[in-house]
């Protein structure tokens, strides 16, 4: 099985709900089965702090592109970058 990545922006009271709610959301749309390539593959994530002179969608490409390896496994956690106002930006790999 393959692998692919994702990028998407949550809302909620803290990391964790808006993580859920992420995560619901895409098994809803996406399904149960697995494989999805989606945030639904994913059961935890790990806190990155973005420099606050790049964009935090850039950051988040560029550590994709370079395999940072907190994010770099498609069973390992996804990304969180805070984007304040209780936003959360969740990325990586998943599998597909």
């Known amino acids: 099985m ?3 990545t994702f990028m998407i922006e949550a809302s909620g009271e803290t990391a964790s709900k808006a993580f859920a709610s992420a995560v619901d959301n895409a098994r809803y749309e996406c399904g149960h ?3 999805t390539g989606t945030i639904a593959e994913k059961d935890t994530f790990v806190f990155i702090n973005c ?3 790049i964009n ?3 950051y988040a ?3 994709i592109d370079e ?3 907190r994010i770099d496994d498609k069973w390992g956690p996804a990304g969180c970058i805070s984007l304040g106002g209780n936003r ?3 990325f ?3 599998s597909c």
């Open 61 to 63: 490409d560029k550590l």
């Open 33 to 35: 089965g697995g494989y």
């Open 67 to 69: 395999g940072d390896r």
């Open 51 to 53: 420099p606050n002179d």
């Open 56 to 58: 935090p969608v850039t």
């Open 92 to 94: 990586g790999w998943a």
């Open 88 to 90: 959360y930006l969740f």
């Open 2 to 4: 393959g692998g692919t």
